[in-house]
């Protein structure tokens, strides 16, 4: 069994800065891309970043230059930093991981979410 734990939301003002944690724990073999997502009130989930398994990234385009993926594939732990935090970044955020298990069996495992909150 696969699991992924998001941690690090909670509520921010405008301008602020958070740093979301993501853990990956159970049977894992390899993992290649993880991706931060996040889902706003009424609208469908998005791409927020991606990084690769050698360490290649990709932003959406309303976070370029605020926010910054990492990750540690010794650890199995992604991280997003988070800058410049705008209202329109709340959200709940979400860690996926494209994660191959001991049976050799290689799908896209998600985490339960962690909500973001920016607000004055």
């Avoid at 800058?83 to 985490?111: H, Q």
Wanted: aromatic share 10%; net charge positive.
């Amino acid at each position: 069994q696969v699991q992924l734990v998001e941690s690090g939301g909670g509520l921010v003002q405008p301008g602020g800065s958070l740093r979301l944690s993501c853990a990956a724990s159970g049977r894992i073999r390899s993992i290649n891309a993880m991706s931060w997502y996040r889902q706003a009130p009424g609208k469908e989930r998005e791409l927020v970043a991606q990084i690769t398994s050698v360490g290649d990234t990709n932003y959406a385009d309303s976070v370029k230059g605020r926010f910054t993926i990492s990750r540690d594939a010794t650890k199995n732990m992604v991280w997003l930093q988070m800058n410049s935090l705008k209202p329109e970044d709340t959200a709940v955020y979400y860690c996926s991981g494209n994660i191959m298990d001991y049976l050799y069996f290689r799908r896209n495992y998600w985490g339960q979410g962690t909500q973001v909150t920016v607000s004055s």
